[in-house]
C-alpha cells in the first residue's frame, strides 16, 4: 500500500558484481544498486559484493516507501561476475538525470540493453517478502538460486495497491 515501506536482504553466495534496478508504477526507472547514498544518508552500496557477506539495500536503518501510483512494481537484478561498465554509467545517468524527457530516454535506453540480456520474466528464485510488523516488508533474495551471469536478468514483479 502507498506509504508501506521496504528493503531488500541480499547475501549472494559469491563474489559479484550486483545491479538492481526498479521500474515503478508509474513507469519511472530507478537503480537502487549500486548506490551511494540514498537520500542524505551514506550507504556506500558499492561493488563488487562479497559472497556469504549479507546486507541490507538501501542500508540497515533505511527503507523505501511506495508512493501513492498504484500498480505493478518491477525489479530487474543482474548478478555478474564481472563488472558491466555500460550497465553502471547507464544507471548514474539514470540516477542523476532531472528532466523526465532525460529520464525517459535513458531508461528506455538501459530496457533496451537489458532487452539484450536475455531477460528471465519468470519470478526471481530465491526471492520472499515477509513483513516486519511495523507496516513495512523485506525481500530477501537468496543469490545462490540465480545464474551469476551478466547474459541474464532477473525480474521481481509486486503490485503495489
Do not use: W
Request: with cysteine; hydrophobic share 35%; aromatic share 10%.
Amino acid at each position: 500500500m502507498s506509504g508501506d515501506r521496504y528493503k531488500f536482504l541480499i547475501m549472494p553466495e559469491q563474489d559479484c558484481f550486483l545491479y538492481i534496478f526498479q521500474s515503478d508504477a508509474a513507469n519511472q526507472l530507478s537503480m537502487l544498486f549500486p548506490m551511494e547514498s540514498f537520500g542524505d544518508v551514506q550507504v556506500n552500496n558499492l561493488n563488487p559484493v562479497k559472497g556469504q557477506s549479507a546486507f541490507a539495500l538501501p542500508g540497515p536503518e533505511s527503507s523505501f516507501i511506495l508512493d501513492k501510483q498504484k500498480g505493478i512494481e518491477r525489479i530487474y537484478v543482474i548478478a555478474a561476475p564481472k563488472a558491466d561498465t555500460k550497465l553502471e554509467e547507464l544507471g548514474r545517468q539514470l540516477n542523476k538525470a532531472n528532466h523526465e524527457t532525460a529520464r525517459n530516454g535513458i531508461g528506455a535506453e538501459l530496457m533496451e540493453y537489458l532487452g539484450a540480456k536475455e531477460l528471465t520474466r519468470a519470478t526471481l528464485p530465491g526471492a520472499t517478502f515477509t513483513m516486519d510488523g511495523n507496516g513495512g516488508s523485506e525481500v530477501k533474495i537468496d543469490a545462490d538460486k540465480f545464474q551469476t551471469s551478466k547474459k541474464r536478468v532477473y525480474l521481481l514483479e509486486f503490485e503495489h495497491r
